[in-house]
C-alpha cells in the first residue's frame, strides 16, 4: 500500500480489556473462522500548497484462529485492492501469525518472503461493560440469539465499534458474526472504515500447525521502529486478534 495513507493512518483499532475491567461477554480462549472482510481507507490532506489525497478499497476472505490460552494468533488474507495509486485491481495477499509469548510477529507474503516486528502482550478479545445494547434478534433459527452492541473507545484516535454477537448461553463468551469499526483521524474527513462478517465460527483449534511460521522466516530480519508505524491499520487490527 501507498506510503501516503500507511504512515497517516497507522492505529491499532482493536479495543484491549484488561481482565480487571467487567464485560459484557468475551470469545472463547480458542476459536477458528472464516471472515469476509471489507476495507476502505480515505486520506485527505489539506495542505493547500501540495495537496496528497489517496483512498484504498480492500475486499477479501479471512482464514482466523485465535488461541488466547497459548498467546497466538493465524490470519491469512486473500483479497483484492482497488486504489488510484496502484494498478489495479491488484491482489492484496498475506499471512500474519502472531507469537505474543515471544512477542514476535512474522508477516509472510504471497512470495514466500517473511519481515519479522515486535508485538505487544495479548489481551483478551471482549465486548466492554459499557457498550450499549443497540438491538436483539436471531440469526437463521429463532433459538440462535443474537445481540447488537454499540460503544466507542479513545486511544490516539476516536474509534466507534458496532458488534453484533452471538451469546453462548449460560456462559459468559460470545461469538462474533459481525463487526463495523470506524477509525477517525488528525486530518478532517479522513478515517478509515472496516466490515467483518464471521462464519463458521468453531470453539477450538482444528489445526495447530497454521501457527509455525515456515523456514524461511527464521533468519528474517526484524523491521525498524519507523517501519512498524507504516504498518496500516488494518495490519495493526490483525496483530491483536479481528474481534473487538
Known sequence: MNAVYIIVLSTCIVVNIQPSISQVCCT?????????LDYGTVFIDENQDAPKTAYSYINGTVKTAYDYLNQRT???????????????????????????????????????????STIENMTKQCVPDDAKLVSTGSLASSWNKVQNYRFTANDDLPRSV???????????????????????SAEKGSGTLINLDALNVVPSILDPSVFKPPPQCKNAMFTGKEENERNTVLHRLFRKGLFI
Open 162 to 184: 458496532d458488534a453484533t454477537i452471538s451469546r453462548n448461553l449460560p456462559t459468559n463468551s460470545c461469538n462474533p458474526v459481525h463487526v463495523v469499526y470506524f477509525v477517525g
Open 74 to 116: 493465524y490470519l491469512k488474507l486473500n483479497g483484492a485492492e482497488v486504489s488510484p495509486l496502484i494498478p489495479g485491481p491488484a491482489p492484496f495477499d498475506t499471512t500474519i501469525i502472531n507469537d505474543y509469548k515471544n512477542g514476535v510477529q512474522y508477516n509472510i507474503g504471497p512470495d514466500g518472503s517473511c519481515q519479522k
Open 28 to 36: 472463547p480462549d480458542q476459536w477458528v473462522a472464516d471472515m469476509f
